[in-house]
C-alpha cells in the first residue's frame, strides 16, 4: 500500500528567458514502512523535490502536479499543511546548527511539536521529549533538558534534530544529507539510529545522500536524479546489479577502489584509464542552462547526437527498474 505518491511533480520559477522548470515531471510511489534512497550530485534537485513535498518552497517558485498523502499536500492551504508537518510528516535537516534554535533549550525545541500534535501540558511534553533524546542517545542523566545547542557537538546536536524529527512518531520521515557536516564515525552511528527508529516505528522513510554506499545499505528502492529529473529508478539491488545509466555508472565509478565492490570489473576505466580516482567530467548545469535534450548529455560517454535534442523517455528494464536513456548499459556489472 503506498503511503506517498508523487504524480507529474514539477517546480518552476521566473528567470530573465521566462518561466523555468527545476524539477521537471517527478513520478514515484513509496509504499508504507519501505524507505527510498535519493542520489545525485549537489545541484540535481534533491532537496527541491524534498522542500516541495513538505510546502516549504521560497516564494519565487511554484509546484504543479500532485503528492498524494491522504490528499493532494500541493493543495493544502498553509494552516492545514502545518498540521502535517511534523506530526505525519517530518524532516531531519543536513545541518543542525541552521535547524536548530540556537536561543531555545533542547528539552523545549524537542517537546514543542508534542505540545503543538499532541495537545500535551508542559510537563507531560518534556517528561516525553526527555524519552525521546534518551532514545536517541541523550539521557537526561548527561544531556540535561536545559542544555543549548551550542553546549553539544555535531553529532549531538544532530541526535536532536533526529529527535524533534520522531517524536510524534510521523508516518514518514525525509532526511536530507543527514550526515554532510559529520566526520565518518558519527555518520554510521547517525545512519544506524535513523534505520533503527524507523524500523521500531514501522514509518517509511526517504533518505536524500549523494553516497551511493548509504543508499545500497539503507534503502529498499532508490532514484538517481540529474538536474532536476529522475534519470534512473528501481529496487536498490535491481539498480546496483545493472547500473544502466551512465550518469549512474558514473557516480559509481567515483567511489574510491576500496569502497567500490565492482571497482576489479573495470567501470572506472569508461572514465579514466589512469589509476586515479574517475570523476565525471564538466558539472550539473545550473537550471537555466539545461538543454532541450537530456541535460547529461555533455557529460556522457555515450551520447549521440539526438540525446542533445530530445528528452529519453523512460524504459522498462525489469520488474520496477527503469532508466531514461536512449542508450542504457545492456549488460549487469
Not at 529519453?312 to 525489469?318: C, F, M, S, V, W
Request: proline share 5%.
Amino acid at each position: 500500500m503506498n503511503l506517498l505518491t508523487v504524480n507529474n511533480l514539477t517546480v518552476s520559477t521566473e528567470h530573465q528567458s521566462g518561466s523555468i522548470n527545476i524539477l521537471d515531471n517527478l513520478n514515484f510511489n513509496l509504499e508504507r514502512g519501505k524507505s527510498l534512497g535519493v542520489v545525485g550530485e549537489s545541484g540535481c534537485g534533491k532537496s527541491m523535490m524534498a522542500f516541495a513535498i513538505m510546502g516549504l518552497l521560497p516564494d519565487n517558485m511554484t509546484a504543479s502536479g500532485e503528492v498524494q498523502f491522504g490528499g493532494n499536500l500541493l493543495s493544502l492551504p498553509e494552516k492545514e499543511l502545518c498540521q502535517i508537518r511534523g506530526n505525519k510528516i517530518s524532516m531531519v535537516f543536513q545541518e543542525p546548527m541552521s535547524a536548530l534554535n540556537p536561543v531555545l533549550p533542547i528539552g523545549f525545541q524537542v517537546a514543542e511539536s508534542l505540545r503543538l500534535h499532541k495537545n500535551l501540558s508542559l510537563h507531560q511534553a518534556q517528561q516525553q521529549a526527555s524519552k525521546v533524546l534518551e532514545r536517541v542517545g541523550l539521557p537526561s542523566q548527561q544531556y540535561a533538558l536545559s542544555l543549548y545547542p551550542h553546549q553539544l557537538s555535531g553529532g549531538q546536536r544532530q541526535r536532536v534534530v533526529i529527535a524533534i524529527a520522531m517524536a510524534c512518531k510521523p508516518e514518514l520521515i525525509i532526511a536530507d544529507e543527514p550526515t554532510t557536516a559529520l566526520d565518518v564515525t558519527i555518520q554510521a552511528q547517525i545512519l544506524a539510529l535513523i534505520a533503527e527508529l524507523v524500523f521500531e516505528e514501522n514509518m517509511s522513510l526517504i533518505l536524500i545522500t549523494h553516497d551511493l554506499g548509504v543508499v545500497a545499505e539503507n534503502t529498499d528502492q532508490m532514484l538517481v536524479m540529474y538536474a532536476g529529473r529522475i534519470v534512473e529508478r528501481g529496487p536498490t539491488n535491481k539498480v546496483f546489479e545493472r547500473l544502466a545509466h551512465p550518469y549512474t555508472r558514473g557516480l559509481f565509478a567515483s567511489i574510491p577502489e576500496s569502497e567500490n565492490p565492482n571497482a576489479e570489473q573495470g567501470l572506472q576505466a569508461e572514465y579514466s584509464l589512469t589509476n586515479r580516482l574517475s570523476t565525471i567530467p564538466g558539472r550539473v548545469p545550473e537550471f537555466w542552462e539545461r538543454s532541450k535534450g537530456c541535460s547529461f548529455a555533455d557529460r556522457c560517454p555515450r551520447a549521440q547526437a539526438n540525446c542533445s535534442l530530445e528528452v529519453p523517455a523512460e524504459i522498462q528494464l525489469g520488474a520496477g527498474h527503469t532508466s531514461a536513456c536512449f542508450f542504457p548499459f545492456e549488460q549487469k556489472v
